[in-house]
């Protein structure tokens, strides 16, 4: 049985039965309010996100998270102290990167991932069982992880293990435009009053790349590092995709205003199932979002390698002053890494990093609802990890929740957010914020997200 | 909401983010900050030599060979010693035998006074032709040499008279002619005698051909002359001194002509430029050479077979003049063994006691010369001018006939071949190589944390010794470029590792190596050790003693193959992390 058998199959039986275990409060916040609002905001991509809301209205937004799993606030303050020539006249040692590479979990690698969006949204209801929403959004990953087969080399030496590899190491970043429209189709109660209110959604979005790179191993499993105590040998190579701008001249006449031109096209749909029992207080959803691929366009395609053998070190030093660094004689420090070399020119048919999400919300409570939902991880290009969002809504006043959490990510760990929000009958603001991975400055991430809409 | 909002937006969240982590308060707080993750060691383990040391590497500047059984060796430069026998071919004490004698009967005496008196004597197929010297010689071209033609006159009358000698042809065809007048004797039967001496240079003469004329004229006077002194009145004899020959034909035998056979002394001095020993210079100096060759190109340039005998190659020790020492006979002074007896190498054919070279043909021979080559090499490496005598024999002629000319000269090219087959002192011999390599290009900085972090650092040495010899290595290095004639181990700041001692590999009688010996030695690196491996350039120098083998009495023959197989690799540990929050 698959995810989504297993999930189909729970659903009949869920939706099928009365849950008479529990039953909110008499005149509790939560019986006031349009179920629409009883959907806790998310912080990550939610296409869905606004067509619930149950006026006509508008609504912008602009929202962004990233994290990595090594460095925390406090580290990077540090680094940047010492890399400063005023604070720091002798600059980054190596036994400070030593320390650094230090805090890279062991057989983890290092991993860092980023998601921001920012959009305008026009919809509202038509009667009690159809919605409808139209949106204008820009969109941007991003994603780059260092193979632990990699990292190990310099943080944990050669001394127990002589091979490595560059592995799946990679980075990869898309910047996308897109419109789209999504609909909301909502039933009467199934069964009696008591029953389940199920809502199906389903949108598409015509999306259009505006930047896009990649680079990754150019060959199989990352290629191969051997540093023993008799030779050194490597064969490694980097593959470069790039489209930044509709010009043959890449970086060099790159100007942010070419992110407004068009490198591609794409189709991507989304789909939602919520089923909720609003005298009992619970909901449950199951979302899979972002199914679609991209074309873009005039991907340039460029490679960049270094291979070595030898048993001298000063050997190991020339082949890389010979050919992957354009050096400065005698002074590696400040060489530079070639260019990459443009092997070819093509269309680069994308997928797009898919959201599969299922939430579950209980407000069966005066004042407190709670929701928990999980992101299933993403793997390949905009690789993302699995994360648990757990989170509470204070509903102290009918439309002023305040909602506070608790965040996990399998890179970055434990974190935590709040927000606050006015969600009224003409007018909406939220503004939310997370600190990923640990407390303010021991936090390896950060989140954060604010959206202000009116009705009609 | 626009690009540029999303754009600064998130910005914001990063910049508020930084915002909330306060500044580190010094360089310290910060450091401590980053080393915030557990205490670890870190392992790195590189390769510092990984390689093939091979002995040959030691005369990478000298001319060097492969001879029998794989030996290496070093080639002295090839020395060419002409041995000039055509200047030394030479003829002695020839004579006019018999002596022309004219007599006149008492009546020609018996004349009034004015009468004059006369005689014209002509000897064909006499003179020379009667000296056995010249029996077998056809033709003699004369470099140089004089004819002394003494004629006596006992009459109381003097004597003008002529003598023509032919056979001896000057270079425009004349024969030689002399005049001359005798004084009157004084009549008691002794005689008044004149001496013509006619020149020789360029005048050939042909020995049976040779014939002398006199004719001479006297007046009577007042006082009648003696009858009595008529009888061998005139007598005329010669001879030839010393003829050197210009050239010679005829049928040369040596067997009949003694002069043929010419005793020859040629010196080649040896520079001690002519060969380079590299870095085992030191090593030979102080060792015994058990093998060495000396390739002989035997050109003989005359068109008459030239066979040497009794003919040795010494070595002597010129004084500082460059004259080679004699002894109290004038023969040279040649080095001795240690028993007292002189360092010769016979030059000979093999198995024959002489060495034979065909008219204008080439002869080569191989001779064993160690204790020759020995002690040339050791005189040179003393600093002393050396040289290479050739003493003996050139025995010209075969009995065919043939031409000798004073140009004619044998040419000897002299190849020598040191064998390094080489017998060790027990306290054994050092040699120093400096070389430079590359650090690790830290800044000083980083090469400060380094040592404060260096948990340790050893050097791991594996040794496979393919030498014939046992080997000891001091190694001394220091950060920077130095000269190659620096003496690393007395440089201030100098890093001098524990020695490593690779044990002497078995060798046989001949000093070959019947199986390596191996070694792995571990040298821990203080901190301030490692510190010298982190600049941009490294001086090291490798003093390395030969220890005699096992076998073979301290010899051992150094082949192409020996080799010192060495893997040194650095471990070095450091710490990190374990501080800070």
């Known amino acids: 049985m698959n995810r989504a058998t297993a999930v189909l199959a729970c659903a009949s039986v869920i939706l099928g039965a009365e849950l008479s275990a529990q039953a909110i409060p008499e005149g509790s916040q939560a019986a006031r309010i349009d179920i629409g609002y009883l959907r806790s905001p998310h912080f990550r991509v939610d296409p869905f996100r606004h067509v619930f809301i149950p006026h006509w209205g508008f609504v912008t937004s602009v929202g962004a998270s990233g994290q990595n799993n090594s460095l925390n606030f406090k580290d990077v303050r540090a680094l940047m102290y010492l890399g400063d020539e005023d604070n720091n006249p002798d600059g980054l040692l190596y036994g400070d990167i030593l320390d650094v590479l230090g805090l890279i979990p062991r057989g983890a690698g290092f991993a860092a991932n980023a998601q921001a969006e920012s959009g305008l949204y026009l919809g509202g209801p038509f009667g009690q069982h159809f919605s409808l929403g139209l949106t204008a959004q820009v969109r941007g990953y991003g994603g780059a992880s260092v193979d632990d087969d990699f990292v190990a080399l310099l943080r944990d030496g050669n001394g127990s293990r002589q091979d490595f590899t560059i592995g799946d190491s990679r980075a990869d970043a898309l910047l996308t435009s897109e419109i789209g429209g999504h609909i909301l189709i909502r039933t009467n109660p199934i069964g009696s009053v008591d029953g389940a209110f199920l809502t199906f959604g389903i949108g598409g979005r015509y999306v259009t790349p505006h930047f896009y790179a990649r680079g990754a191993s150019s060959i199989a499993n990352g290629g191969t590092i051997s540093v023993s105590g008799e030779g050194v040998s490597a064969n490694v190579g980097l593959e470069k995709s790039v489209a930044i701008t509709g010009n043959p001249g890449g970086w060099e006449d790159f100007e942010f205003d070419d992110l407004i031109s068009r490198k591609g096209r794409g189709i991507a749909a989304d789909f939602l199932v919520r089923a909720v029992w609003p005298t009992s207080g619970l909901s449950l959803e199951a979302m899979v979002a972002n199914i679609g691929k991209l074309t873009v366009w005039n991907v340039e395609q460029a490679d960049w390698s270094f291979n070595v053998e030898t048993t001298d070190l000063e050997e190991v030093f020339d082949s890389l002053s010979a050919d992957p660094l354009d050096t400065i004689p005698g002074d590696l420090e400040e060489s530079e890494f070639r260019d990459f070399e443009v092997s070819d020119t093509t269309d680069l048919k994308i997928t797009l990093p898919r959201i599969v999400r299922f939430s579950a919300s209980a407000w069966a409570n005066r004042i407190l609802q709670l929701d928990v939902s999980t992101t299933l991880p993403v793997t390949g290009d905009f690789e993302s990890p699995l994360t648990v969002d757990l989170g509470s809504t204070w509903r102290f006043s009918r439309t002023l929740p305040i909602r506070f959490g608790l965040m996990y990510g399998v890179n970055q760990g434990l974190g935590y957010t709040g927000g606050i929000a006015v969600e009224g009958r003409n007018f909406l603001m939220r503004f939310a914020a997370g600190s990923l991975g640990g407390f303010v400055q021991n936090a390896s991430g950060v989140a954060a997200r604010f959206e202000w809409g009116f009705f009609f | ?581």
């Open chain 2, 1 to 581: 909401m626009t690009l540029g909002n999303c754009r600064s937006f998130a910005g914001l969240i990063g910049l508020l983010a930084l915002a909330t982590a306060c500044e580190p308060a010094s360089i310290l707080e910060a450091r401590d900050q980053l080393a915030r993750g557990g205490a670890r060691t870190v392992v790195y383990v590189l390769p510092i030599i990984d390689t093939v040391f091979k002995i040959e590497t030691l005369l990478e500047d000298s001319d060097i060979d492969t001879i029998a059984g794989g030996l290496l060796a070093v080639e002295i430069e090839e020395q060419t010693v002409p041995v000039d026998f055509g200047e030394a071919l030479e003829f002695q004490n020839i004579n006019l035998d018999p002596p022309l004698v004219v007599s006149f009967p008492p009546a020609a005496l018996s004349v009034p006074p004015g009468t004059p008196v006369t005689f014209s004597e002509t000897y064909i197929g006499g003179g020379l032709a009667n000296d056995t010297i010249l029996d077998d010689v056809d033709t003699v071209e004369v470099f140089s040499g004089v004819l002394s033609v003494t004629t006596r006159n006992r009459l109381t009358i003097p004597i003008n008279y002529t003598a023509t000698l032919g056979g001896f042809t000057q270079s425009g065809g004349a024969s030689l002619v002399g005049s001359g007048t005798i004084a009157a004797a004084a009549g008691d039967g002794s005689y008044s005698s004149n001496t013509l001496n006619f020149d020789l240079a360029n005048v050939t003469i042909v020995p049976e051909s040779v014939s002398v004329s006199v004719v001479g004229t006297g007046t009577v006077g007042g006082t009648p002359i003696p009858a009595g002194l008529g009888d061998s009145a005139i007598v005329q004899t010669g001879g030839i001194a010393t003829l050197v020959v210009q050239a010679v034909a005829g049928t040369l035998d040596p067997t009949t002509t003694p002069e043929l056979t010419v005793s020859i002394e040629e010196v080649e001095e040896v520079e001690s430029d002519d060969f380079d020993l590299g870095d085992l210079e030191d090593a030979v100096d102080s060792s015994t050479i058990n093998n060495a060759m000396i390739s002989l190109r035997v050109d003989n340039g005359a068109s008459v077979q030239a066979v040497l005998s009794a003919f040795n190659l010494g070595v002597v020790n010129l004084d500082a003049a460059g004259n080679v020492p004699r002894d109290g006979l004038g023969n040279p002074d040649f080095e001795e063994d240690v028993g007292g007896t002189p360092i010769l190498v016979p030059v000979v054919d093999p198995g024959e006691t002489t060495l034979t070279l065909a008219a204008s043909g080439t002869s080569s021979v191989d001779l064993d010369a160690a204790p020759l080559v020995d002690r040339l090499v050791h005189l040179l490496l003393d600093d002393e001018r050396a040289a290479i005598v050739a003493v003996g024999d050139v025995v010209i002629g075969d009995g065919s006939q043939a031409r000798v000319t004073r140009t004619d000269a044998v040419s000897v090219q002299m190849g020598v071949t040191v064998g390094l087959d080489i017998t060790i002192p027990p306290t054994g011999v050092s040699f120093t190589r400096n070389t430079t390599q590359t650090g690790l290009e830290m800044d000083p900085e980083d090469a400060d944390q380094l040592v404060e972090r260096l948990d340790s650092a050893a050097v791991v040495a594996d040794a496979e010794n393919n030498t014939p010899f046992g080997v000891e290595l001091d190694i001394a290095f220091v950060d920077g470029y130095l000269a190659d004639d620096v003496d690393i181990f007395g440089y201030p700041g100098r890093v001098v590792l524990d020695p490593i001692t690779l044990d002497a590999p078995t060798v046989d009688a001949q000093g070959l190596v019947t199986s390596p010996s191996t070694t792995m030695v571990s040298i821990v690196l203080s901190g301030e050790q490692a510190r010298q491996l982190t600049g941009d350039t490294l001086s090291a120098t490798v003093r390395a003693r030969l220890i005699p083998g096992t076998g073979g009495s301290g010899r051992g023959a150094i082949r192409a193959s020996d080799e010192i197989v060495l893997d040194v690799q650095a471990r070095i540990v450091l710490r990190s992390g374990g501080g800070g929050q």
